[in-house]
């Protein structure tokens, strides 16, 4: 059996490109087995379906309140509409669902392997997935938002079965205590952490991967802005994490493995970097 096994859940975005970074950088350079957990009308034809070892496939949906009605109680739905707004009530509701449908459904394929990469469909790897030992949990740094980045995790399996279990926490939260706390994704995945000490266990590492968006992809939250220089259909969702993601790629192993696709990401990065130093001069002239 492999030491590590990848995670995506959610809606299959991100397109072709971004799967088949996924494909170069982490599952061929890991020699990892991939789990795909999604709606089960997805496209068969798709790439990312086809490369996958485990297809982990569920009715869709058309309100995800009731998953919680049917596992849990009225009160983790009373609790996930303090973030409405913010994101945890528009995409959050499901993202943390498909966490403890994964939690209920299979976990004895999960407990196979060592290290578990929990991510999302619409990550682009900019570079190779680092390796790693221990008993930790390694997060990339950045992209917070007052809580702690949720895009992408590696999880010992030690402590898989807690990581999945944010449903439950959130069933045990008084809604009326959270009145004043800014909930979205970020803070509640936190604030589970916290509660069940894993925080302790976590390690920042850099980022090697960003957020991205096939041109046609539906989202119930953050639209892209911004599209690669000769890729329209490859679209950037967070600029920063772009920069942060593409200023770490190795550029001898770029020049060595010369794609297209990356060239066209180097490109964009002195675009949007060259943009956002501008920016910051019109600003500063006009104090």
């Excluded at 030690?158 to 009326?176: G, Q, V």
């Excluded at 772009?242 to 770029?254: E, G, Q, Y």
Aim: net charge positive; charged share 25%; aromatic share 16%.
């Amino acid at each position: 059996m492999k030491d590590y096994l990848v995670i995506l859940t959610g809606l299959p975005r991100g397109g072709e490109k971004s799967w088949k970074s996924l494909e170069k950088n982490v599952i061929q350079h890991l020699n990892a087995d991939l789990a795909i957990c999604t709606e089960n009308n997805i496209d068969k034809s798709l790439y990312i379906y086809r490369i996958a070892n485990y297809r982990w496939l569920f009715p869709e949906r058309e309100n995800w309140t009731d998953y919680y009605l049917e596992n849990y109680s009225h009160n983790a739905i009373e609790v996930l509409k303090k973030g409405k707004g913010a994101g945890l009530w528009e995409s959050g509701v499901i993202h943390l669902a498909l966490k403890d449908y994964i939690l209920k459904n299979h976990l004895e394929i999960i407990n196979n392997y060592i290290y578990i990469i929990y991510a999302r469909f619409d990550q682009f790897y900019t570079h190779k997935h680092p390796f790693f030992s221990g008993k930790n949990i390694w997060i990339p740094k950045g992209e917070d938002y007052f809580g702690i980045n949720d895009r992408h995790a590696i999880v010992n399996v030690a402590y898989i079965k807690e990581y999945l279990s944010i449903c439950k926490y959130i069933d045990t939260l008084n809604p009326e205590s959270l009145k004043n706390t800014y909930l979205n994704c970020e803070t509640i995945y936190k604030m589970h952490l916290d509660s069940s000490l894993l925080s302790k266990k976590i390690i920042r590492i850099n980022r090697f991967q960003f957020t991205s968006s096939s041109k046609n992809d539906f989202t119930r939250w953050r639209v892209p802005k911004y599209s690669f220089i000769f890729n329209k259909n490859l679209q950037i969702k967070y600029p920063d994490e772009f920069i942060d993601s593409v200023k770490r790629v190795n550029l001898i192993d770029f020049l060595r493995e010369f794609d297209l696709t990356y060239l066209d990401m180097i490109l964009t990065y002195y675009f949007l970097s060259l943009r956002r130093k501008l920016g910051s001069i019109k600003s500063f002239l006009r104090r």
